[in-house]
């Protein structure tokens, strides 16, 4: 493997970064509340809500040759606002927004001119097998040293190194956006200003609320690793209760909060940091599940940690010799974790969670019994490819599969089901295990208000070319899906596949696209040809008829507008927002031109006008300042360094 580990795993070529190019690539402009036009009808259930979308953003982006990586950049968030016109509100008129998020290193980078390559070293460079020790060690020593001269009269402190960059929520009064790396950071609706990190018990800008208590992270040498709070904190839609886990390169590795609402709706107070036993090891965990009673951690074998290069493996190793495991443990009480495992996998996005009672089955239980069960449904990765080739990237050659291991490269949508033993002591097993669908399914999703209960409809997306490209090209979404999850898990506990490695429903995209089925289980919407999504976010309609009764919001661009020689956009290129009929997933309602295109990015959500009009109050805006408005013998050497090191 050593010869494997030296060659460098990135093209060779003169060609950009794929993840810089076409509409992956940035945008230089930032556009306050403006008016669009729209073809079709836009449904009034969407007045006065906005949609957000967040994802990278390289505010430094000159090299386009340098390690560059589909997760990195700064966090812009890209929103269309439906506002409510006319003397009686019943207009809708759309209105998009973009605003890059103000984080720390935004900041600083915005104000040092003489930045060559973004401030933090990239995914790609931290995970590149062909990487020495030596060279990531000095690029985070460059990182390190430029956010001690960010400390220096004239400058943003970078205290905290999130980027902001790949989700948004809603919890408790506060739209948020989330990254591995840090803490949640709060910004308004509907102008998308940044106000400020939040600790989980309030944000910066906010009015005091008369408390020193710590939130996430507490005290101590290493609290600021323990805020790194998960990219996919969940929200109850009934307690209103939010929920998180922190992973961090330190013992325990993986801690556990709950926020309560301020006004709560069921007793007991907020918990922070609590541990998760049983993880042994870091590891790159983006997500995990939560049902109304359960929280599930996904420890699988995938490790991101510095000291792997010492041990003469990759920093991010994917070990296809190791158990995927999963711990599920009741909301309140991470320590009564059970564990289950499993050939590995990866899994970076469950799509719902939930909870049923069953007659307890072993002859010793007892008459009247009963047995938890908690169910999962998660998009599974049979290997690390995703993550190197957003980094365009080769996957490193690791260990060789084992034979009973081995299974074809894909990226599904499966069904996990545990029942929880009575005992911790005793033995735990999988009861099911299977694919609902063979074709590529990512960024899943349910209704907000059907989250962590059981929903019929997963919806999200796939792909012509599946989620894993060859080197040179980027992932692109050009189909969207339903999945009416309830009958194909129907359908796999009444005749179950081969455990793991089985599927229920064995077609591929194209055999459903033409399928002229009214009650197939499967239905996609195909973009039309050289046109490309974004995840999709369902918005119900009111009284709908069925679960599935409204519409789907996603951001889509047409590559028409990429010029085939360069791989740049052309000047002027635009997106739009589609409005899809969900229960048909065949109808475009309507068509919102927006004033600029939207790069392709990570994840999103529909904010109701309830929740644009009841955010807590904050007292201002996080707002740039300028180091030249100090020229001080202490600011000038900081500038002759920071153009020494840019």
Known sequence: MGKELMRDARMEDNREHPYLAGNFAPINSTLGLTPCEYEGEIPRELAGGEYVRNGGNPLVNDDLQRDAHWFDGDGMLSGVLFRRTGEKGTGIRPEFVNQYLLTDVYCYSRQNKSLRKPVLPSIATLVNPARSWLTVLLIIIRAVFLSILSRLPGRTPIKKISVANTSVIYHDGRALATCESGPPLRFSLPSLETVGWFDGRRAGNEPSQGTSRSGFGGEGLLSFMREWTTAHPRVDPVTKELIAFHS?????????????????LE?????????????????????????????????????????????????????????????????????????FETNPCLIFHTANCW???????????????????????????????????????????????PPEYAEEEQCRLYYYNFPLALHQSEPTHIRHQWALSAIPFE????????????????????????????????????????????????????????????????????????????????????????????????????????????????????????????????????????????????????????????????????????????????????????????????????????????
């Not at 007659?359 to 999962?376: E, I, L």
């Not at 740049?568 to 229960?583: F, R, T």
């Open 248 to 264: 961090t390169f330190a013992k325990p590795y993986v801690r556990y909060s709950i926020v309560k609402p301020s006004m709560k």
């Open 267 to 339: 007793p007991g107070s907020s918990s922070f940091n609590e541990e998760v036993p049983g993880v042994d090891s870091p590891k790159m965990m983006h997500d995990f599940g939560v049902s109304r009673r359960h929280s599930i951690i996904l420890d699988l074998p995938l490790t991101l940690d510095p000291m792997n290069s010492v041990r003469g493996i990759p920093n991010l190793c994917y070990d296809t010799t190791k158990k995927a495991r999963f711990g599920v443990f009741p909301r309140y009480a991470p320590g009564a974790v059970q564990w």
């Open 355 to 401: 909870d049923t009672t069953e007659p307890w089955s072993v002859k010793d239980g007892g008459k009247g019994v009963t047995q938890d069960t908690v169910h999962m449904l998660a998009c599974r990765l049979t290997s690390a490819s995703m993550v190197f080739q957003a980094g365009n990237l080769a996957m490193p050659a690791f260990r060789p599969v």
């Open 443 to 646: 960024f899943p999703s349910v209704p907000q208000a059907l989250e962590m209960k059981e929903s019929r409809y997963i919806y999200g997306c796939s792909s012509s070319e599946s989620f894993t490209v060859a080197l040179g090209k980027a992932a692109k979404i050009d189909y969207l899906c339903k999945i009416d999850a309830a009958t194909l898990i129907e359908r796999g506990v009444a005749n179950p596949p081969q455990p793991i490695k089985g599927c229920v429903d064995t077609r591929k995209v194209k055999q459903i696209v033409e399928s002229s089925d009214p009650n197939d289980p499967i239905k996609v919407f195909a973009l039309p040809k050289g046109y490309y999504a974004q995840e999709p976010r369902f918005v119900p309609r009111e009284g709908g008829q069925g679960e599935d009764d409204g519409w789907l919001l996603t951001y889509v661009f047409d590559e028409a507008q990429v010029d085939g020689g360069s791989g740049h956009c052309k000047p002027g290129a635009q997106s739009e927002l589609w409005i899809i009929d969900a229960k048909s997933m065949k109808n475009i309602v309507a068509k919102i031109r927006l004033p600029q295109r939207v790069p392709y990015g990570l994840h999103g959500c529909w904010f109701p006008e309830a929740e644009v009009q009841g955010q807590r109050p904050f007292e201002a805006v996080r707002s740039l300042t300028t180091q030249d408005n100090d020229n001080g013998l202490l600011s000038g050497l900081g500038k002759v360094m920071e153009r020494w090191v840019g």
